[in-house]
């Protein structure tokens, strides 16, 4: 591609603005030709604030009249799904903020439809792109590989929540309309009631994080074993659940508490040792995760130190350069569509009382 990316950018709420818009328009070799937000004056305001040529208010309108080489779309699952599809049917490239989609037909359907037209999905899982979490799962392999801490013995999710902010405080274009993303009706999995559609909203919110995270450090879960909230109706965001791995069980606690920090932790443990990988808040900037090897037979721990930098701006970088070089993302949505599956699998096992055997079909 001769000339810059050019993008058309759609979702100008909290992590629109405060996230994604100003991390792509740092970036020397992209230009945002148009912004949208169904909100028409914050897409005008926001616009004048950086120049950008031309505001729209909806998806369609916007893919219409201006020329692009993909969509950045930061709404929510439900509203992402359309509008993946109708990207995909102009032949553009999609980004979209996570969970991808609300179930895991919705996202594999998105998947084909990108597929037939020949372009790709990537969804902003960015933790994959924080540089203490690829430096713990680049000493993972290597332990793997040399048997140096002996066989991996279990891992360990634990996804506590907390402070995700960090004292962020980006000053954005509001406006005096109502936003209108509580508005559009929910989808929801087939097999589920739609009681449970809010809940499960709000549990695919967090924890596909998680599930994404532990599929990028440990390989795809094989089954699962058991997985229980005690109240998935009034508390979506607690569930244990044990998982299994090619090669080790792996438990999940996912939960939430009030905390000035942010409590997410990665933990494989093998024979002899330990790697250990905790994330900072989302929103803590140019603060990677740290990593910690512990080796029994020195007895030492080991606290490698990753390059500065901001897992939401590695990320921008990246879509833009599989834009450019025409490569399919690390988190494209072939990939990611499947922590919309094991969520739903961890769904219908509570709903079960028993395992599942995962086969990503
Ligand atoms: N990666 C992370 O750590 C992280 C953190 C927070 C939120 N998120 C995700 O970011 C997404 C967006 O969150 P947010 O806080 O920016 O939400 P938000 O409500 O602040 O912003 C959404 C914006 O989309 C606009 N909008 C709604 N429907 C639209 C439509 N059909 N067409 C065009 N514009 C439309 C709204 O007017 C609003 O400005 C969510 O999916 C959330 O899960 C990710």
Redesign the pocket.
């Known amino acids: 591609m001769s000339h810059k990316v050019k993008i058309a950018f759609?979702?100008?709420?909290?992590?629109?603005?405060?996230?994604h818009l100003r991390n792509f328009l740092k970036m020397a070799d992209c230009e945002i030709v148009a912004v949208?937000?169904?909100?028409r004056e914050?897409?005008q305001k926001v616009a004048a604030k950086h120049g950008i040529a031309a505001a729209f208010?909806?998806?369609q309108e916007m893919l219409q009249a201006v020329e692009c080489d993909a969509v950045v779309?930061?709404?929510?699952?439900h509203?992402?799904y359309?509008?993946v599809m109708d990207c995909a049917r102009a032949g553009k490239h999609s980004y979209?903020?996570?969970?991808m989609a609300m179930s895991s037909a919705d996202a594999k359907a998105m998947v084909d439809a990108t597929r037939a037209n020949g372009v790709f999905c990537m969804v902003?899982?960015?933790?994959r792109y924080d540089t203490g979490m690829r430096l713990a799962k680049h000493i993972i392999d290597e332990v793997k590989a040399s048997g140096e801490l002996g066989k991996p013995t279990h891992a360990r999710v634990h996804y506590f929540c907390g402070d995700?902010i960090a004292g962020y405080n980006e000053p954005r274009v509001t406006v005096a309309?109502a936003?209108?993303?509580?508005?559009?009706p929910l989808r929801r999995p087939e097999f589920m009631p739609p009681e449970h559609t809010q809940p499960w909203w709000e549990f695919l919110?967090q924890f596909c994080?998680a599930t994404n995270a532990l599929r990028f450090l440990w390989g795809d879960p094989t089954e699962i074993r058991y997985a229980r909230w005690e109240d998935f109706v009034r508390q979506p965001g607690r569930c244990l659940a044990v998982l299994h791995l090619s090669d080790v069980s792996c438990t999940f606690e996912a939960g939430g508490m009030r905390a000035h920090f942010w409590d997410e932790e990665y933990k494989l443990y093998f024979e002899k040792g330990w790697v250990e990988v905790k994330c900072p808040p989302?929103?803590l900037q140019q603060t990677p995760a740290q990593v910690e090897v512990y080796r029994a037979d020195k007895p030492a721990f080991e606290r490698p130190v990753a390059a500065w930098g901001w897992a939401?701006e590695n990320e921008a970088r990246h879509f833009v350069e599989c834009v450019r070089d025409g490569k399919e993302p690390l988190t494209s949505g072939a990939d990611t569509w499947k922590d919309i599956y094991l969520c739903e699998q961890l769904y219908l096992s509570h709903q079960e009382g028993k395992g599942r055997e995962l086969t990503y079909e």
């Open positions: 759609l979702g100008c709420g909290m992590m629109g603005q405060s996230v949208c937000d169904q909100r914050l897409a208010a909806s998806h779309a930061i709404n929510y699952p509203i992402h359309q509008q979209v903020e996570k969970p902003a899982h960015m933790k995700w309309e936003n209108p993303s509580g508005g559009y919110q994080h989302p929103l939401f």
